[in-house]
């Protein structure tokens, strides 16, 4: 059917694209920004006013990943030509690459900050939405005596900024040896998201018509067995939306990070800070740590987002 | 073979009693409605069987075994629901499969059944596709496949057809019926809608506020209600009911309607079997089929005064003044033009019913 639209619709259409264009710059130009700088060669990095034309450079995601040392004199000739290119770019910036006794290059700390930040975000996100989910299925399918209150006081340990508990929580994992390990943040990070799933998903499991497992209770299956075989696949739409924004809040958290971790357990956010450059700050190789940081939620986000953008009344209920 | 027996069954939701002392017997391939208006009972009660909901106090039993303390799934029963409730992110064969994975069945019975019931309900090429492309009619085919697959002892259906549209709903109903007939299994049926009650049923469990009012086959029921809730909830249009005073006549019996200045006339017998409740609080009930019209005046016949006049079709219904009530009589169509005629009246003694206004209870009266 052809769509006859008056003035007025196409008009306000044609405001809403402009808004929808104004919104989505203002959401991409810091990423814009991070992406072109992580590019851009360390002295282009804080011209004003910014360069925006530039020979794009690997060199920022070198320093990166190899551990450098300051040189007093700049690399002699034959060494410079010795250099694979990419070393010949840390030797430019008065830098050199640092190796070990046979010849090895040395990785930076950003590798092993990155895999525990995938580490720690991965599992508090799995644990947190799975407690949720089955903490919410049970409010909202059973009669639990005090429903309310327990959902209240559930909530009510977001109610205050987290930031204010890091002292006392630092000493409290400082005396059970909880300080700079996986385990500790992990359960700091499920703790923190574990609010938010159970409420999220109440809602997502509240839309689930209870008549679904009683089908499949009638049809022969133990509760267990409905739960996991029909509510959980009608409630995927719902485990993923949530998931996102645990994933993300793990994924980003900076205060505790820095406080409770400093070597082993470090995520990327509090080490990216920290390599502001063995001299001058190298803005550069901040951007590139920030860019590849950015991905993973990136792609975690565009794996789901069928699941993020599918309403939630596909089903085969009839009202 | 399944029987199933409510003995003295009570359920409470807080301190409301939503189910009455409900005894109830249903025997091997009967299609029972269980019928009545929204919040009566009749799906608490239903749900009670299925194992969905428990109670307070009373017994269920199938085959003569309690099964009140069993869950849902060893009752070895079949529901549908009026949302159909089929599993939206299985295809129509894997809903109907779906009950048979439960059991140790191998895959090659279980396609082989699936199929054989597809078949049944002629929705063979729908296997493939999700329930959200379906229509709503298939949607209970498909519904009604997931119960049949299993072969259960009985069949619950909660308003199975209540969502469709009228024409469909017609359809189905006499689909269901066939279906019944073909199968045979033990049914029980709820329904808010007297007529898909009236048709279906071989017998109807009539119930009111949790209370069971009537048991009876569909001519039963219309027939003969054994109260005023009953006699006014079943039947299309609704029996008039007035308050009615009988007084004694020469060679008859007069009953007045409301504070009408005369009375209808009614056999002589009518003081006898009313069995000294002549003088009460009575209530006169008469369907409209049962108030006779002519336009000439008659022996018996009362002068009244026509008001609306509802043109359904095949008959009408028009609304006669008598005193300060009004009777709803069924004529031919077209036989009375508008409102403002004067035409003859007489009710139909052996359509009557009486009730007393008190209890509601009838008396039955049979002339």
């Keep these: 059917m052809a769509a006859v639209r008056t003035s007025s619709e196409i008009g306000f259409n044609r405001i809403a694209i402009v808004a929808v264009l104004v919104v989505t710059i ?126 209240f006081f559930i909530l009510s340990t977001r109610m205050l900024p987290p930031v204010v508990v890091a002292i006392p929580m630092f000493l409290m994992y400082r005396a059970v040896g909880l300080n700079d390990t996986h385990v500790g943040l992990i359960i700091l990070y499920t703790a923190f998201n574990l609010s938010f799933s159970v409420w999220l998903m109440k809602g997502f499991m509240d839309e689930i018509p209870k008549e679904y497992e009683e089908a499949a209770l009638v049809d022969g299956y133990t509760r267990m067995e409905a739960f996991f075989r029909i509510v959980l696949p009608e409630a995927a739409t719902g485990i993923a939306a949530t998931a996102v924004f645990c994933f993300i809040t793990a994924w980003n958290e900076y205060a505790f990070a820095l406080i409770m971790t400093s070597r082993r357990a470090q995520t990327a956010p509090p080490f990216i800070p920290s390599q502001v450059g063995s001299g001058l700050p190298d803005w550069s190789v901040i951007a590139a740590g920030t860019f590849l940081f950015l991905l993973p939620v990136a792609i975690f986000t565009f794996l789901l987002r069928n699941h993020l953008l599918r309403g939630m009344s596909f089903g085969a209920i009839r009202k | 073979m399944t029987q199933i027996e409510l003995r003295g069954v009570q359920k409470f939701f807080g301190a409301v009693q939503v189910i009455k002392d409900l005894n109830l017997k249903i025997s091997d391939n009967e299609f029972i409605v269980l019928l009545g208006q929204s919040g009566c009972g009749k799906t608490t009660t239903l749900r009670a069987v299925a194992g969905l909901e428990t109670i307070d106090e009373g017994d269920i039993l199938i085959d003569g075994k309690p099964v009140q303390h069993l869950k849902a799934a060893d009752r070895d029963i079949a529901m549908v629901f009026q949302s159909f409730s089929l599993y939206p992110h299985m295809s129509v064969y894997e809903n109907i499969a779906f009950p048979l994975r439960a ?224 009777l709803r009589a069924r004529t031919k169509s077209g036989f009375i033009s508008g409102p403002g005629e004067k035409v003859f009246a007489r009710i139909d003694p052996t359509q009557a019913h009486f009730f007393d206004k008190a209890s509601g209870k009838s008396l039955e009266v049979r002339l």
């Design chain 1, 26 to 151: 203002i959401f991409l130009a810091p990423i814009y920004w991070i992406a072109s700088t992580a590019f851009k060669p360390r002295n282009l990095a804080t011209t004003i006013p910014p360069t925006v034309v530039f020979q794009p450079e690997i060199s920022p995601f070198v320093k990166l990943f190899a551990k450098r040392s300051q040189m007093r004199n700049p690399a002699s000739p034959e060494e410079y030509a010795a250099a694979p290119w990419w070393e010949r770019v840390v030797f430019d910036g008065g830098e050199k690459i640092v190796r070990d006794g046979k010849g090895q290059v040395q990785w930076s700390g950003y590798p092993s900050r990155f895999l525990n930040s995938l580490i720690v975000a991965i599992t508090s996100t799995v644990l947190a939405v799975g407690m949720g989910t089955f903490t919410a299925y049970g409010f909202s399918r059973f009669k639990v005596k005090g429903e309310a209150d327990l959902l």
């Design chain 2, 103 to 326: 059991t140790r069945k191998s895959k090659a019975e279980i396609d082989q059944e699936v199929r054989s019931v597809a078949k049944t309900l002629q929705i063979s090429d729908l296997l493939a596709k999700k329930p959200s492309a379906l229509s709503g009619g298939d949607m209970q085919r498909v519904a009604i496949g997931r119960a049949l697959v299993r072969r259960p002892k009985a069949m619950l259906m909660d308003e199975p057809i209540g969502a469709l549209d009228a024409k469909l709903r017609e359809e189905m109903r006499a689909e269901i019926k066939r279906l019944h007939i073909k199968q045979g299994s033990t049914t029980i049926y709820v329904t808010h809608d007297q007529i898909e009650a009236m048709s279906l049923a071989d017998r109807i469990v009539i119930m009111h506020e949790g209370v069971l009012q009537q048991v009876g086959t569909p001519d039963e029921v219309y027939s003969h209600p054994a109260n005023l809730f009953v006699a006014q909830f079943v039947g299309s249009p609704v029996m008039n009911v007035a308050d009615a005073a009988v007084a004694e006549k020469a060679s008859s019996a007069s009953v007045t309607v409301g504070d009408a200045a005369a009375g209808f006339e009614f056999p002589s017998a009518l003081l006898s079997k009313l069995n000294g409740h002549a003088g009460g609080q009575l209530a006169l009930g008469i369907r409209p089929e049962g108030v006779l019209i002519r336009r000439d005046a008659a022996e018996g016949f009362m002068a009244v005064e026509t008001q609306i006049v509802e043109p359904l079709g095949s008959f009408d219904i028009v609304d006669l003044k008598v005193g300060s009530e009004m």
